[in-house]
């Protein structure tokens, strides 16, 4: 297995602008987490899906924020309208029945300017 | 809410120097414990978990970490470090009641000097 994979590994973009983060799990994972990573704040859980339903979104900072997972192959995580603080790196991970053995993948670094 | 601490935020030793990184958890029930690594540029990778029985734990690389559930505390050591180890260390907590959620620690830098 390619372990978990996320796309893009590098994005810039203009404060404002619509930012899509990708996802794919580790095939036959039902757990999928993502995790923004700063200096200021270090690692924090945005949100959770189990068999591709949300369970916890208190991580989310504000409505901006939106994560979707429409099968158990694929998930996004959404930011509209993009600020300059949302500048971090977004981790996926996955776990095949708790977090025990959660798989991260390598994340994306995103940059608004 | 249960919280992770790691006291050192950077550490700097030389090669075949022992290491210890100390952390601390807040939660008073059954925990899970866990520490990762990412190597500059990468994405974190476990290096050993703990869920029960021989409180010391040994990982990938060399490394070990003993739960000392007295002092709540989970600390990572590895007697002789290599260059390699250069990397940033997190130490993360799972409840076992609620263990689909890692709470993960500041995290410590480790430069090692060659």
């Known amino acids: 297995d390619a372990g978990v994979i996320q796309s893009p590994r590098h994005e810039v973009t203009e404060m404002g602008q619509e930012v899509t983060l990708r996802c794919k799990p580790i095939s036959g994972h039902d757990y999928l987490f993502w995790y923004r990573q700063t200096m200021m704040r270090g690692l924090e859980l945005l949100i959770y899906f189990n068999n591709n339903v949300p369970i916890d979104d208190s991580g989310m900072p504000e409505d901006r924020f939106s994560a979707k997972m429409p099968n158990a192959s694929f998930s996004t995580l959404k930011i509209q309208p993009s600020e300059p603080r949302d500048s971090a790196v977004y981790f996926c991970?996955?776990?095949?029945?708790?977090?025990?053995?959660?798989?991260f993948g390598q994340g994306t670094r995103l940059t608004v300017v | 809410a249960q919280s992770v601490s790691q006291h050192n935020h950077h550490v700097i030793l030389s090669e075949a120097a022992s290491l210890e990184l100390g952390c601390n958890y807040s939660y008073g029930g059954t925990v899970n414990l866990f520490w990762y690594v990412q190597y500059p540029g990468q994405h974190l990778q476990l290096l050993l978990k703990y869920f029960s029985g021989d409180p010391l734990v040994k990982g990938i690389k060399g490394f070990e970490a003993e739960f000392i559930k007295s002092k709540f505390s989970f600390n990572l050591r590895k007697p002789s470090v290599q260059w390699s180890d250069t990397a940033e260390y997190f130490c993360a907590v799972s409840v076992s009641s609620n263990d689909y959620k890692l709470s993960f620690g500041a995290g410590t830098t480790v430069t090692v000097r060659a």
């Open positions: 991970a996955s776990s095949p029945g708790t977090v025990l053995n959660a798989f």
